[in-house]
């Protein structure tokens, strides 16, 4: 088993919350869990863009939060295992899990995120995915 090398404890966010990745939102999904230090989205394959220093953006669709361009490094991008039983494997969609560490924060973005953290949370993410 892998130690957890994480200095932030991770949130379970509501379930209304998404993240966008990169200046056009080239990768859109839901927010599987949230801290301090970054945060995990799973997302529908589609266009690829480049690794390294990106922006991301964590909202939620009833428009009550909203945090703008804050500064990331892509961690992980992988497939995630996503299968049902009443779905057939010529049906499914490739779902992927991306984690960012957020990068050279204002205190803006620090406060922004301490808030959704205190505000839109429903309690600690036990579970640690591993890619």
Do not use: W
Not at 12 to 32: R, S
Not at 37 to 50: C, K, M, R, S, T
Not at 72 to 97: F, G, K, Q
């Amino acid at each position: 088993m892998q130690a957890e090398r994480r200095k932030h404890v991770r949130y379970i966010p509501q379930k209304n919350a998404f993240a966008a990745l990169g200046e056009k939102y080239t990768k859109v999904g839901k927010v599987k869990d949230i801290g301090m230090g970054g945060l995990a989205f799973n997302y529908i394959v589609g266009p690829e863009i480049p690794e390294g220093n990106s922006m991301v953006d964590v909202f939620l669709t009833d428009d009550a939060f909203h945090i703008h361009n804050l500064p990331c490094l892509i961690v992980y991008d992988v497939e995630v295992s996503e299968s049902r039983a009443d779905t057939r494997p010529a049906d499914m969609l490739t779902i992927r899990r991306c984690a960012v560490r957020f990068t050279a924060r204002s205190d803006e973005h620090k406060s922004q995120v301490r808030s959704f953290i205190e505000t839109h949370t429903v309690g600690k993410a036990e579970d640690r995915f591993t890619p």
